[in-house]
């Protein structure tokens, strides 16, 4: 079955600076990538998604790039804030799989 | 207002007994979801509806049984908790095929 590799699983930025966060997955056949946010004592949030006829996708500022080649996609959060401190799951699905597979998470920590 | 709302958000309980989770979603989505959060912040999923049809039960022991009175309402029944099912439980719904899931605030289950 799919597996989704995450990586780094700890990852502390100064305010203002970037941050990326990489994924990996198995299974050729995945279409869907969406990227949840955590917060404290919440359930996962979706930020952003992309599709596998897309390479890249923009949003503010978040970003996520897909390269279908290496089945590898990435989250880029730039001038990041203090509120974007939280655990972030990237995740891939198989169309009609009717599931998401997740990655095991970074916890993000932007340092004032 | 809430999309998926889950109850309840804390469960503590003894060993051996029973308990249910309720979780109910008003965005009109056909596909249901429980996941399963470890200590470590791992999420997997354990069931998935479509309609009130059971599509995948991912090898989750026989105790946990989810019943799926219609579309908007997927409930989970623990029999004879043991102290392994403590954990953070989400329920979620989504468009087909996992595409763009919505989570609730999750379940605090403590098994004592």
């Known amino acids: 079955g799919e597996n989704v590799e995450q990586h780094p699983s700890t990852l502390s930025v100064q305010e203002g600076d970037s941050a990326v966060i990489k994924c990996t997955y198995s299974?050729?056949?995945?279409?869907?990538f969406p990227w949840y946010k955590q917060e404290l004592g919440k359930g996962p949030q979706l930020i952003i998604d992309?599709?596998?006829?897309?390479g890249e996708k923009k949003d503010q500022r978040i970003a996520v790039t897909l390269n279908k080649t290496a089945k590898h996609f990435s989250l880029h959060i730039t001038e990041t804030q203090p509120e974007d401190s939280a655990v972030y799951f990237c995740a891939a699905s198989i169309k009609g799989a009717q599931k998401l597979v997740f990655g095991q998470g970074t916890r993000l920590t932007i340092n004032p | 207002d809430t999309a998926v709302s889950q109850t309840p958000k804390y469960l503590v309980t003894q060993m051996g007994n029973d308990k249910s989770i309720k979780c109910e979603q008003n965005l009109g989505h056909d596909t249901m979801y429980w996941y399963k959060q470890d200590s470590k912040k791992f999420l997997k999923i354990m069931f998935s509806?479509?309609?009130?049809?059971?599509?995948i039960n991912e090898t989750v022991p026989n105790r946990f049984s989810p019943k799926s009175p219609d579309k908007a309402h997927l409930n989970l029944h623990i029999n004879s908790l043991e102290l392994g099912d403590s954990a953070v439980y989400f329920c979620?719904?989504?468009?087909?095929?996992?595409?763009?899931?919505?989570f609730g605030q999750g379940t605090r289950l403590t098994v004592v």
């Open positions: 299974d050729s056949a995945s279409n869907y």
């Open positions: 509806y479509n309609n009130k049809e059971l599509i």
């Open positions: 992309i599709r596998s006829n897309v």
């Open positions: 979620a719904s989504s468009q087909e095929g996992g595409i763009r899931a919505f």
